[in-house]
């Protein structure tokens, strides 16, 4: 009972309207999702451990996986959320049961599997700004011994920006996804299940709009910072159009695919069940961004990046009710990242630029856990891990296409690291009563090191940042106070070694500080309380609160002379949330009501910058449905739902690109819309 998850079902998925990665920050303590620069990418932060980087080559300290998949990189965590059985939440360091190791714990996704019984099933909903959201399912047995799913889900429509020079919408959505499943049982004790997904994201990325007046280098009139958190600005240069392969009419956008296959077996021994489950995933990503939200060539940007992961895990584990319980096993991964960054810079110094480079990393893992009961009240259990990570960066290097000109950089900048890293966790249970479980622990989780691959202006900004090390206690609680009321609590201290994050180093060849991500340590102190209720028939109530604050314990390890010992880490303290539902009968018919809300704190993501341009403010959301469906349970439901019918105004970031572009991603508008959902 390790580092108690946040468990969320797909019914509450739906009711939560919880409908891609970054809703879950709005139903989970102490997790935050930034997309970076508005762009699809989404930055996990858990219990204040995370890592902010537009590029997509970093690793995240928190994990993500897919039926047991496990993600390389974070960019591969984007897109919809269909077919869900459950999302489960870990907090803190993990790697010692399963997959990939973390310092901040892993989001495990779960789909619904195939079924003997033929089941098929639809849902599809309609809500402002023309948005449309559908999905639908069939599942069944094929032959003998053989079951199948397939599964589909699509969005489209729901821009509610606006071009503040020309009036033309943004935010329109173009998504389409297929995941399909066959699970083949050839005899009592074998089992396999063979899964594929495709996924295509041509949906516009949203805009940013400016929070402070917007003076272009090349002498034109300056833009009024924006007094609407909905306008927002882009034009597109019709060279560097033609050099990113795209229309020059083209809005900021994707044209995203994520792509893959998985093959899991089982063989059940008796006393032991031998798990192999092999995959690989390939995502494109064509993205053009205009960062600094304007009609002005000053920051456009575009991605062209292609992922490639193998992964294969081994694992073996007991099955018997005995005292001991153990599990041993072993991870590969192989990945090669080709990402060419492009970078329009006309307007301010005058060329197109281009970053390009190729990164391949080789992971190799052997982990193991054991836990004895030595009586009915007293468990412990004991983990190990050992990581093995090469990791080369090759090619890298900054030049301008137009005017033609040598690199920045005079030459190819590249570099490995190599990361031999141990890990586990030791935890001690007691159950006092039947009701109620203590539990202590202590793991150390590890992230490898990696490189900056932004825009690169000398040899410096190529130099490998060291791996990160995590050391976690936590105490904690859970206990069935009463058989309608649940109560789950703890308190956590994180000790961190070498924590990556951006910073500045001094080049001696522009003498200038450049940014490049270093190495700092610092320590962590919180605690998270969920709660669930049901007083009386038909009443549900859930509660989570989570408290975390931060503070660097040494300068960072960089070369700007700056000490931030005993400054405060970035990100925000207070996490607040809950639902409340009632259900009562009218007629043959039951009503449902449902409301939900979140509260996100106030932080700085550049506070070290002494501006308070870049805090955001803190927060509250509130979502409601109200359905109808048969009494008896029947297969229909018909939902109404609002999602910030508050109308909050709100940031979920805020960054900057050069000196003069001072832009923030805004919050979603309330919205209103009605679901209709059938299952055979």
Same mark, same amino acid.
């Given at each position: 009972?390790?580092?108690?998850?946040?468990?969320?079902?797909?019914?509450?998925? $739906?009711?939560?309207?919880?409908?891609?990665?970054?809703?879950?920050?709005?139903?989970?303590?102490?997790?935050?999702?930034?997309?970076?620069?508005?762009?699809?990418?989404?930055?996990?932060?858990?219990?204040?451990?995370?890592?902010?980087?537009?590029?997509?080559?970093?690793?995240?300290?928190?994990?993500?996986?897919?039926?047991?998949?496990?993600?390389?990189?974070?960019?591969?965590?984007?897109?919809?959320?269909?077919?869900?059985?459950?999302?489960?939440?870990?907090?803190?360091?993990?790697?010692?049961?399963?997959?990939?190791?973390?310092?901040?714990?892993?989001?495990?996704?779960?789909?619904?599997?195939?079924?003997?019984?033929?089941?098929?099933?639809?849902?599809?909903?309609?809500?402002?700004?023309?948005?449309?959201?559908?999905?639908?399912?069939?599942?069944?047995?094929?032959?003998?011994?053989?079951?199948?799913?397939?599964?589909?889900?699509?969005?489209?429509?729901?821009?509610?920006?606006?071009?503040?020079?020309?009036?033309?919408?943004?935010?329109?959505?173009?998504?389409?996804?297929?995941?399909?499943?066959?699970?083949?049982?050839?005899?009592?004790?074998?089992?396999?299940?063979?899964?594929?997904?495709?996924?295509?994201?041509?949906?516009?990325?949203?805009?940013?709009?400016?929070?402070?007046?917007?003076?272009?280098?090349?002498? $034109?009139?300056?833009?009024?910072?924006?007094?609407?958190?909905?306008?927002?600005?882009?034009?597109?240069?019709?060279?560097?159009?033609?050099?990113?392969?795209?229309?020059?009419?083209?809005?900021?956008?994707?044209?995203?695919?994520?792509?893959?296959?998985?093959?899991?077996?089982?063989?059940?021994?008796?006393?032991?069940?031998?798990?192999?489950?092999?995959?690989?995933?390939?995502?494109?990503?064509?993205?053009?961004?205009?960062?600094?939200?304007?009609?002005?060539?000053?920051?456009?940007?575009?991605?062209?990046?292609?992922?490639?992961?193998?992964?294969?895990?081994?694992?073996?584990?007991?099955? !018997?009710?005995?005292?001991?319980?153990?599990?041993?096993?072993?991870?590969?991964?192989?990945?090669?990242?080709?990402?060419?960054?492009?970078?329009?810079?006309?307007?301010?110094?005058?060329?197109?630029?281009?970053?390009?480079?190729?990164?391949?990393?080789?992971?190799?893992?052997?982990?193991?856990?054991?836990?004895?009961?030595?009586?009915?009240?007293?468990?412990?259990?004991?983990?190990?891990?050992?990581?093995?990570?090469?990791?080369?960066?090759?090619?890298?290097?900054?030049?301008?296409?137009?005017?033609?000109?040598?690199?920045?950089?005079?030459?190819?900048?590249? !570099?490995?690291?190599?990361?031999?890293?141990?890990?586990?966790?030791?935890?001690?249970? %007691?159950?006092?009563?039947?009701?109620?479980?203590?539990?202590?622990?202590?793991?150390?989780?590890?992230?490898? !090191?990696?490189?900056?691959?932004?825009?690169?202006?000398?040899?410096?900004?190529?130099?490998?940042?060291?791996?990160?090390?995590?050391?976690?206690?936590?105490?904690?609680?859970?206990?069935?106070?009463?058989?309608?009321?649940?109560?789950?609590?703890?308190?956590?201290?994180?000790?961190?070694?070498?924590?990556?994050?951006?910073?500045?180093?001094?080049?001696?060849?522009?003498?200038?500080?450049?940014?490049?991500?270093?190495?700092?340590?610092?320590?962590?102190?919180?605690?998270?309380?969920?709660?669930?209720?049901?007083?009386?028939?038909?009443?549900?109530?859930?509660?989570?609160?989570?408290?975390?604050?931060? %503070?660097?314990?040494?300068?960072?390890?960089?070369?700007?002379?700056?000490?931030?010992?005993?400054?405060?880490?970035?990100?925000?303290?207070?996490?607040?949330?809950?639902?409340?539902? %009632?259900?009562?009968?009218?007629?043959?018919?039951?009503?449902?009501?449902?409301?939900?809300?979140?509260?996100?704190?106030?932080?700085?993501?550049?506070?070290?910058?002494?501006?308070?341009?870049?805090?955001?403010?803190?927060?509250?959301?509130?979502?409601?449905?109200?359905?109808?469906?048969?009494?008896?349970?029947?297969?229909?439901?018909?939902?109404?739902?609002?999602?910030?019918?508050?109308?909050?105004?709100?940031?979920?970031?805020?960054?900057?690109?050069?000196?003069?572009?001072?832009?923030?991603? $805004?919050?979603?508008?309330?919205?209103?819309?009605?679901?209709?959902?059938?299952?055979?």
């Amino acid at each position: 009972m390790w580092a108690s998850p946040t468990v969320l079902s797909g019914e509450s998925l $739906a009711d939560k309207s919880i409908t891609y990665v970054n809703d879950l920050q709005n139903a989970t303590p102490s997790l935050q999702i930034e997309p970076a620069f508005g762009s699809g990418q989404p930055q996990f932060r858990l219990r204040g451990v995370g890592f902010i980087d537009y590029t997509s080559n970093n690793t995240s300290p928190v994990g993500a996986s897919l039926d047991g998949v496990a993600y390389a990189l974070p960019i591969q965590a984007q897109g919809q959320l269909f077919d869900i059985d459950r999302v489960e939440v870990l907090r803190g360091p993990q790697g010692t049961l399963y997959g990939r190791n973390t310092t901040g714990g892993v989001i495990n996704f779960i789909s619904n599997r195939p079924t003997s019984d033929f089941h098929a099933g639809f849902s599809a909903e309609y809500g402002s700004h023309n948005a449309v959201t559908a999905e639908g399912f069939v599942s069944g047995a094929v032959a003998q011994g053989l079951t199948a799913r397939l599964s589909v889900a699509t969005e489209q429509g729901g821009a509610w920006q606006r071009n503040r020079a020309t009036g033309q919408e943004l935010g329109d959505k173009d998504k389409v996804a297929v995941r399909g499943q066959l699970q083949w049982d050839p005899a009592e004790g074998l089992n396999f299940r063979l899964g594929a997904h495709f996924a295509q994201d041509k949906s516009d990325e949203q805009g940013l709009y400016l929070l402070r007046a917007y003076s272009p280098a090349n002498g $034109a009139p300056t833009i009024p910072a924006d007094t609407s958190r909905y306008a927002t600005g882009w034009s597109l240069n019709p060279v560097f159009a033609k050099i990113i392969g795209i229309d020059a009419n083209s809005k900021r956008g994707l044209n995203d695919s994520n792509n893959g296959v998985d093959l899991t077996a089982n063989v059940d021994f008796g006393p032991a069940k031998l798990t192999g489950i092999t995959a690989y995933n390939k995502l494109i990503r064509r993205e053009y961004g205009d960062w600094d939200a304007s009609q002005y060539f000053d920051s456009d940007e575009y991605f062209n990046s292609n992922l490639s992961v193998f992964s294969q895990e081994l694992r073996i584990a007991s099955t !018997g009710n005995g005292a001991l319980g153990w599990v041993a096993g072993a991870f590969y991964s192989n990945e090669d990242l080709q990402e060419n960054f492009y970078s329009d810079f006309t307007d301010r110094l005058g060329g197109i630029a281009l970053t390009r480079y190729e990164q391949v990393a080789n992971s190799v893992g052997v982990f193991g856990q054991a836990n004895y009961r030595f009586t009915e009240a007293f468990n412990a259990t004991v983990g190990v891990r050992e990581d093995h990570e090469t990791r080369e960066l090759k090619g890298l290097n900054t030049g301008f296409l137009v005017p033609s000109i040598p690199s920045f950089t005079g030459g190819a900048l590249g !570099g490995s690291t190599i990361s031999n890293l141990p890990s586990g966790k030791l935890e001690l249970d %007691y159950k006092p009563t039947q009701r109620t479980l203590v539990y202590w622990s202590i793991s150390r989780g590890v992230k490898s !090191g990696g490189f900056t691959a932004h825009n690169t202006l000398s040899a410096p900004a190529a130099d490998p940042f060291q791996p990160e090390k995590l050391t976690a206690y936590e105490i904690g609680v859970k206990s069935d106070i009463t058989r309608t009321l649940r109560l789950d609590a703890s308190m956590y201290y994180y000790r961190y070694k070498d924590q990556q994050i951006l910073g500045k180093v001094f080049d001696d060849t522009s003498q200038s500080f450049i940014g490049r991500f270093v190495n700092a340590n610092s320590r962590i102190s919180a605690g998270e309380v969920e709660l669930e209720w049901r007083p009386v028939s038909g009443v549900s109530i859930s509660q989570y609160v989570g408290f975390a604050e931060g %503070y660097y314990t040494s300068a960072l390890l960089d070369s700007s002379d700056n000490d931030f010992n005993g400054r405060a880490l970035s990100f925000p303290k207070w996490s607040y949330g809950g639902d409340v539902g %009632y259900s009562w009968n009218v007629s043959d018919f039951k009503v449902t009501a449902e409301g939900n809300y979140s509260f996100h704190d106030t932080y700085s993501q550049f506070y070290l910058l002494g501006s308070d341009d870049y805090t955001i403010r803190k927060y509250w959301l509130a979502n409601a449905n109200l359905s109808l469906s048969p009494v008896s349970g029947g297969p229909w439901t018909v939902a109404l739902w609002g999602r910030n019918i508050l109308n909050k105004n709100y940031d979920v970031t805020r960054n900057f690109f050069l000196p003069s572009s001072e832009v923030a991603a $805004a919050g979603e508008p309330a919205t209103v819309g009605i679901r209709v959902s059938y299952r055979y």
